[in-house]
């Protein structure tokens, strides 16, 4: 019988699972569902958007998409995204010549 071997995190959540810490949801189908609607209503994309940029930012912004393996336009939305809810932090990526237009 092959062991599996767990990272940190996963065996965190098997201890703690295993010390009965983890309680059923009353009602998981409505709990389910609430949540599903939740993650629909985040990911809807209802609005169109047009703007002007340089043609060196989006020169930036595609080749920054082909390193994180998605297309530009789910880039720009992640990075509005994480802007609009406080997350995006504010850190220079190594090795860019690029420079702010101010």
């Known amino acids: 019988m092959s062991t599996i071997k767990l990272n940190k995190d996963e065996q965190e959540i098997l201890d703690s699972f295993e010390r009965g810490e983890w309680k059923s ?3 998981l189908k ?3 569902k609430k949540h599903q609607e ?5 990911l809807k994309k209802d609005k169109r958007v047009n703007i002007r940029i340089s043609s060196k930012v989006l020169e930036e ?6 390193e994180d393996g998605m297309p530009y336009q789910t ?3 992640s990075i ?5 809810t406080g997350r995006l ?3 220079p990526r190594p090795n860019k010549s690029f ?4």
């Open 25 to 27: 949801v009353p009602n």
């Open 30 to 32: 409505a709990e389910i």
């Open 38 to 42: 939740y993650a629909r209503k985040t």
């Open 61 to 66: 912004l595609q080749a920054n998409a082909i």
């Open 75 to 77: 880039l720009i939305s």
């Open 80 to 84: 509005l995204h994480r802007y609009v």
């Open 89 to 91: 932090v504010d850190k």
């Open 99 to 102: 420079e702010s237009d101010g």
